[in-house]
């Protein structure tokens, strides 16, 4: 994935701030930036969703940006969630360097375990990757990311929808008073910075992007028999489906051919 962001990205801001005496880590942000190049996007390649899974897509990218925000700047995530009614998984994944996050739906060939599943995916440096899976409860995405936290990062947290597109989560540090947490209302958020004591300890910026290219999905194409080859090309250009951000490309089989030719032997 390139490591370029386009100037013409519009970008959320999404502030990081210590809640202190209650011992929890706040990260708040307005979304319609991100919203806005999302339905960019869905618009340039076509793609259509009903007003439900749209919601459920959008609550899913704001979901993993502020919890990217939350996490340590080389951390790179991937969430899947799995639901059976309605039968479909999420998927979304992003990074803080740059600060981007990109998603898709996957509504066929969905494997119906009759039960609800986050699947989560951490990559750091060097290091291997995470993973860990939990079964959640009803279809909110946002309730589901409250119970991953929950039960795999064993941290209670909390996530606020508020006006114009406005999202709060606060998370238990050591020592968090969950008590105060746990019976926080949409009406304390709004006056918490009266209430409460917050320290700003830094400000990350995220945008909607997938970063991909018709010559960055060559590479799937090239562990495919000649066979299939030919008959993906058989009119001369391929379709390919991105299994990122599901944008479209229409590929001509020349560029494939030069893309291969370049490739080490």
Known sequence: MSQMLSPDLSSTEIRCYFVRKRNCLLVRGRFSPIYMDYYLHLMQHGIKHTDRLDGMLKDSLTGIALHLASRPHDEVCAWTINLSDPLLNI????ATVP??????????DV???GK????????????????SMIEFQGTDVLSAVEQFYTQSEQRLTR?????DEDFVQ???????????????TDADILTLDQAE?????????????CGCTADRMFPMLSRLSEEDLDFIFEDGSATITCPRCAAIFHAPKSDFVEWKARQPA
């Open 91 to 94: 998927f979304v994944t992003g």
């Open 99 to 108: 600060g981007r996050v990109t998603g898709r739906l996957f509504t066929e």
């Open 111 to 113: 494997k119906d375990t």
């Open 116 to 131: 609800s599943l986050f699947i989560a995916q951490t990559t750091r440096g060097q290091q291997q990757p995470r993973q």
């Open 159 to 163: 996530i606020f929808r508020l006006d």
């Open 170 to 184: 606060i998370s238990a540090e050591p020592d968090a008073d969950e008590e105060w947490l746990a019976g926080l």
């Open 197 to 209: 004591h917050l320290t700003l300890l830094e400000t990350r910026t995220y945008v909607f992007d």
